[in-house]
T-cell receptor, first 115, second 112 residues
Framework: DTEVTQTPKHLVMGMTNKKSLKCEQH?????MYWYKQKAKKPPELMFV???????INESVPSRFSPECPNSSLLNLHLHALQPEDSALYLC??????????????FGPGTRLTVL | GENVEQHPSTLSVQEGDSAVIKCTYSDSASNYFPWYKQELGKRPQLIID?????GEKKDQRIAVTLNKTAKHFSLHITETQPEDSAVYFC???????????FGAGTRLFVKA
């Protein structure tokens, strides 16, 4: 399996809702990433997990809460989001976090709309 | 902080022509330079990459060149086709770091 999968594909939520985004990879990769992408902009790094431990948090607001239950799964828990959080949320994985110069493979993304 | 500049932001070419996209990076420790293609509503997909110990790499109609001294790298697409129309992102990263720094993107239009 050479793909990163994400669910759901689309998500519409109100500002008081709690929802979760899920990401899965079965390539044996040990680094997993969450990115946020606004229209016509590059992906913007949010979090990095390395060997299931949070390695980077790019000063993301606490209404976004990442979780890495095991080496294949990555979740992003959402709570009390704002309309400006509407974006495409991309998950990615790479083989060895220590290398850094390492190819990242992206999932198809979750298109999130916050009303 | 680290930065990758990408030019042009928009590029329109006639089918069959060549397209060139240029990037400049600021972190001299960067040693891995991937290029991603993103079609509308889809995921970024790696199309080619180059490491700092190589000056040029080619894969069919796509080639990438790297000038470490000038901290420049470029994507060359020959014999462009309408299906090459997409947004292209250059990026840079380095060993020991987790971050990939993306350029702002180039929107390529190939006119049939």
């Amino acid at each position: 399996d050479t793909e990163v999968t994400q669910t759901p594909k689309h998500l519409v939520m109100g500002m008081t809702n709690k929802k979760s985004l899920k990401c899965e990879q079965h390539m044996g990769h040990r680094a997993m990433y969450w990115y946020k992408q606004k229209a016509k902009k590059p992906p913007e790094l949010m979090f990095v997990y390395s060997y299931e431990k949070l390695s980077i948090n790019e000063s993301v607001p606490s209404r976004f809460s990442p979780e890495c239950p095991n080496s294949s799964l990555l979740n992003l828990h959402l709570h009390a989001l704002q309309p400006e959080d509407s974006a495409l949320y991309l998950c990615a994985s790479s083989q060895d976090p220590g290398l850094g110069s390492d190819t990242q493979y992206f999932g198809p993304g979750t298109r999130l709309t916050v009303l | 902080g680290e930065n990758v500049e990408q030019h042009p932001s928009t590029l329109s070419v006639q089918e069959g022509d060549s397209a060139v996209i240029k990037c400049t990076y600021s972190d001299s420790a960067s040693n891995y330079f991937p290029w991603y293609k993103q079609e509308l509503g889809k995921r970024p997909q790696l199309i080619i990459d180059i490491r700092s110990n190589v000056g040029e790499k080619k894969d069919q109609r796509i080639a990438v060149t790297l000038n470490k001294t000038a901290k420049h790298f470029s994507l060359h697409i020959t014999e462009t086709q309408p299906e090459d129309s997409a947004v292209y992102f250059c990026a840079a990263s380095r060993a020991g770091g987790f971050k990939t720094i993306f350029g702002a993107g180039t929107r390529l239009f190939v006119k049939a």
